[in-house]
Each structure stands twice: as structure tokens, then as C-alpha cells.
């Protein structure tokens, strides 16, 4: 069966620093990829998407940015947090496109403050 | 307009009670659909796919109208535990992306 981890589960960093989220898929292959954040009582905002590797799909214009070195691994970054980047960010996968259904898994999230 | 809507609630309601909610989406060419559950602080949980047929598990039964673009979820004799917020989503077709809707909070009271 399909395991999705993500670390850390908490994180409290200050304004101006770096952030390295990392999320990784067990019992699968070629999955595609996606990072979520989920403002306070707010839906979900798609941030990015990956249909591969080195394959980067960006939705929202901000100061993140994705990567997936290996097919299983999406990295979450920024160089420099700002207030507004705190939230809930969730991973999640689906199978890829040839390989039905199309339902999507997330992992447990990780809450970030920026204080 | 957006995407997806849904009514944010929330509900209250008495235990054992029925309750449904609607989800209403923009994009006629949008092909899968599906129900989460997502509890307080927590991930959202898939709670079932909503099939052209409509389908039923348990206590919960999905159902979708694709002249009219909404897709519904019913709850029956609602347990405490069912109190969550309930999320809609749904991706068109060859579509890489689920669209969210912001999600209807559920509380069932004894």
C-alpha cells in the first residue's frame, strides 16, 4: 500500500530565514506530486505540481519554490519566510494519469509559524 | 466566480439527524469528483469518489448532476464523530490538478 511522509510536523521559524519542507511517497512509482497550503480556516491553495522528475509546475507567484530530485521526493523551499507564509502545508500524490483512479492522498502536513 | 463552492456552515446538528450538503463546480468539462473529510488541525481524508451513477457507503451516500454542475453528499443518523469539515473537489478531464472547494463545517450535537 501507499505511504505519503512529511517533515517536520511543527516548525516555528522567524522572518527572513530559509525553509526546507520535504514530503516522500512509499509503494509507488511516477507518481504526480503536489504542495498545498491551507491558510487558517481557509481552503486549500494549490502551490505546485510535478508529473516527473525535475518537472515543476508553479500555480501561485510568491517566494517558494519546488523541487523533485528523485520521483518519490518534493521539496517545499523558500530562501527568505515571510508573516503571510505562515500556514498548514499538506502533500499529496495521485496516481499518474495511465494508472486509474485518480483519487488523491495527502500526507499528515506540516504547520509552520512565522514569527 | 469560483471553481468550486461550497455553503462554509456551518451545521449543527442533533445527533442521529440527516444532513446534506451541495458542492457546485464552474467547469462543465470537469470529469472526477470526490468527497474529504478533514478533522480539526489534521490532513483531508478521502471520504469517497462520487461516481456518474452515484454511490453509497454506509451512511453516506454521493450523488452528482452534471446538468446542473453540483454534486451532493448525505449524511444519514449522524454520529458525533461525524463532526468535521466536509471538502468537495473535483478535476477535469486529463487534468493534473484537483480543485478544492473551501470545505462545510459539520458539528453533530448529542
Known amino acids: 500500500s501507499q505511504t505519503i511522509h512529511q517533515w517536520p510536523a511543527t516548525l516555528v521559524q522567524p522572518v527572513g530565514s530559509p525553509l526546507s519542507l520535504e514530503c516522500t511517497v512509499e509503494?509507488?512509482?511516477?507518481?504526480?506530486l503536489y504542495w498545498y497550503r491551507q491558510a487558517a480556516g481557509r481552503g486549500l491553495q494549490l502551490l505546485f505540481y510535478s508529473v516527473g522528475i525535475g518537472q515543476i509546475s508553479s500555480e501561485v507567484p510568491q517566494n517558494l519554490s519546488a523541487s523533485r530530485p528523485q520521483d518519490r521526493q518534493f521539496i517545499l523551499s523558500s530562501k527568505k519566510l515571510l508573516l503571510s507564509d505562515s500556514g498548514f502545508y499538506l502533500c499529496?500524490?495521485?496516481?499518474?494519469?495511465?494508472?486509474?483512479?485518480?483519487?488523491?492522498?495527502f500526507g499528515p502536513g506540516t504547520r509552520l509559524t512565522v514569527t | 466566480r469560483k471553481e468550486v463552492e461550497q455553503d462554509p456552515g456551518p451545521f449543527n446538528v442533533p445527533e442521529g439527524a440527516t444532513v446534506a450538503f451541495n458542492c457546485t463546480y464552474s467547469?462543465?468539462?470537469?470529469?472526477?469528483f470526490f468527497w474529504y473529510r478533514q478533522d480539526c488541525r489534521k490532513e483531508p481524508k478521502l471520504l469517497m469518489s462520487?461516481?456518474?451513477s452515484g454511490n453509497e457507503d454506509g451512511r453516506f451516500t454521493a450523488q452528482l448532476n452534471r446538468a446542473s454542475q453540483y454534486i451532493s453528499l448525505l449524511i444519514r443518523d449522524s454520529k458525533l464523530s461525524d463532526s468535521a469539515t466536509y471538502l468537495c473537489?473535483?478535476?477535469?478531464?486529463?487534468?493534473?490538478?484537483?480543485?478544492f472547494g473551501a470545505g462545510t463545517r459539520l458539528f453533530v450535537k448529542a
Open positions: 462520487v461516481y456518474s
Open positions: 473537489a473535483v478535476r477535469n478531464t486529463g487534468g493534473f490538478k484537483t480543485i
Open positions: 467547469n462543465s468539462a470537469s470529469q472526477s
Open positions: 499529496a500524490w495521485t496516481p499518474p494519469r495511465d494508472r486509474p483512479p485518480d483519487e488523491q492522498y
Open positions: 509503494g509507488t512509482s511516477n507518481p504526480n
